[in-house]
């Protein structure tokens, strides 16, 4: 895929220092057709990027408030809708089920249309969504309409990384990532507390009509603002790698979130969760094979060539673990301060709020510190705050003052912003323009499913462990359980490196 907006920081006409362009195409084919957001040579953006990027950080921040915003709801839900809770608890399965499913297709979807059209695509399947929730006359319905929000979620994250892939200078790139974690860290902490706030004085059905005018303006501004970014590459769909992601990210992704809401005999995992989990497997293993046998003819509907790039590989296992740290503490936490310390959902979404917004705010800093610094001193730093903050979450008891909560939490939450911003580039920096898209579509596939199975995995220990010591106990063992884990993280970030640009790997092709 050729990008229409060349990054150049060192004054050279053409191409950034070490990005990969085909030798075989003409010069005139990287330079952006009329209409075209043009990016300046040097590291300055111009004023149409900034209304692109911009743009799509307000709407993604929308749609991932989103995500968290029914989780206080579920209670409400079986009352009003007379439903008992495994069937309520489908509003959230079903949502994370069609993230898990669309987003590996993101990568074909964001080479194949504009990036107007994707743009629109999104926020029209979010805002007839949430629309449809906020008339929805009863739980099927609501469940449908969930599903529609889901499928536009699932590509606004990835457009949006794509979209600073391309016309963020590298110099910048820290920086303007540094402002994505607005997006992925403050919205989903504001989730709770905003439900919490509605719950209170209005019906559920105020949590769509709450979101639903700021999405319809992010449509109206998007679609009079936004220019195409990149070319469109008309490349064929797999409708059998499409129909594969079906049994292996959704069978991984239930399986997981059923082994970790306990669903078998005496809280174990049931006989449908471990089912499920084999079939995702399995599934795995074949879109995988798949998808090699395809990359011959050019044509994977994920391109997994991103993972020849040694520093992308290691930024998504550090990713990785730090999902599989932060859906863990942000499950066990509200436990804790609910079923332990008697708190209400307000309330514990008000505790957990500071966490969120530290971790936002500091997103843009921390990304300028990554253009100056490098990744390594940041994720060093991070993951031994996320080690030291968990760590101390195990030693929690009936007695410990929210306040100290509170602290722990933002530390933990200054952690995993040391780690997302410098994780997030670093990986995706050395990527040809052609994988952009795969390479972020990849990024947010895998934090799916490290999410999924940190929850399973903390709140199955959680499970066990309370059933025979109590719910202290429980938690302790959760917790010292992920302790381990983010002992991998220190390990991952000591391995990360700075990467200058793209660079093909031997016997990689270039676009």
Do not use: C
């Amino acid at each position: 895929m050729s990008s229409k907006v060349t990054l150049n920081s060192h004054g050279e006409p053409g191409q950034e220092p070490g990005s990969v362009l085909d030798s075989a195409q003409p010069t005139a084919a990287t330079a952006p057709p009329s209409g075209a957001a043009r990016q300046p040579s040097n590291d300055k953006m111009s004023r149409e990027s900034v209304t692109v990027i911009v743009t799509l950080l307000v709407a993604t921040f929308v749609v991932i408030l989103n995500e968290t915003i029914m989780n206080v709801a579920l209670q409400r839900l079986m009352v009003d809708l007379q439903v008992d809770a495994p069937t309520v608890q489908w509003l959230s399965t079903g949502f994370m089920l069609t993230m898990a499913v669309v987003i590996p297709t993101t990568g074909f979807i964001l080479q194949r249309l504009s990036t107007r059209a994707v743009f629109l695509l999104a926020m029209g399947l979010f805002a007839g969504g949430t629309a449809l929730a906020a008339v929805a006359p009863g739980f099927e319905i609501l469940l449908l309409a969930r599903v529609i929000q889901a499928g536009g979620t699932a590509i606004m994250l990835p457009l949006l990384m794509t979209t600073i892939l391309t016309l963020v200078p590298l110099a910048r790139r820290g920086a303007v990532m540094g402002n994505v974690s607005i997006a992925i860290s403050v919205a989903p902490a504001m989730g709770p507390t905003v439900s919490g706030l509605i719950l209170e004085h209005f019906s559920w059905r105020f949590m769509f009509v709450f979101v639903l005018p700021i999405a319809l303006a992010a449509l109206a501004i998007g679609a009079r603002y936004l220019t195409n970014v990149g070319e469109t590459e008309k490349s064929r769909l797999d409708f059998l790698s499409v129909a594969l992601t079906v049994p292996a990210f959704g069978g991984l992704v239930y399986g997981l979130s059923q082994i970790g809401g306990g669903h078998g005999a005496g809280g174990g995992p049931g006989a449908a969760a471990l089912t499920a989990l084999a079939v995702g497997v399995a599934g795995l293993v074949v879109f995988v094979l798949r998808q090699l046998r395809l990359q011959k003819s050019e044509a994977p509907l994920l391109d997994l060539r991103a993972f020849n790039f040694r520093m992308f590989t290691v930024s998504v296992l550090l990713l990785v673990v730090a999902m599989i740290a932060l859906f863990g503490a942000v499950i066990l936490l509200p436990l804790y301060l609910q079923e332990i310390r008697g708190l209400k959902s307000l309330e514990t979404g008000l505790a957990l709020l500071p966490g969120g917004l530290a971790m936002g705010l500091l997103g843009p800093f921390i990304g300028r510190l990554f253009d100056k610094l490098g990744p390594l001193p940041l994720t060093v730093t991070g993951s031994s705050l996320l080690v030291l903050s968990l760590w101390q979450f195990s030693m929690l008891d009936a007695g410990t003052p929210v306040w100290w909560i509170v602290t722990l939490h933002v530390v933990l939450s200054l952690g995993l912003a040391l780690l997302f911003t410098p994780a997030f580039t670093t990986g995706l920096n050395p990527l040809p323009p052609h994988l952009y898209s795969h390479g972020s579509a990849i990024m947010s596939t895998l934090q799916q499913v490290a999410g999924a199975a940190g929850t399973a995995l903390l709140v199955s220990i959680f499970a066990v462990v309370s059933a025979g010591s109590g719910l202290v106990a429980g938690m302790s063992a959760a917790f010292l359980t992920a302790t381990a884990i983010a002992v991998a993280a220190v390990v991952l970030a000591a391995m990360m490196r700075k990467t200058a640009g793209a660079e093909a790997p031997q016997g990689a092709p270039t676009h």
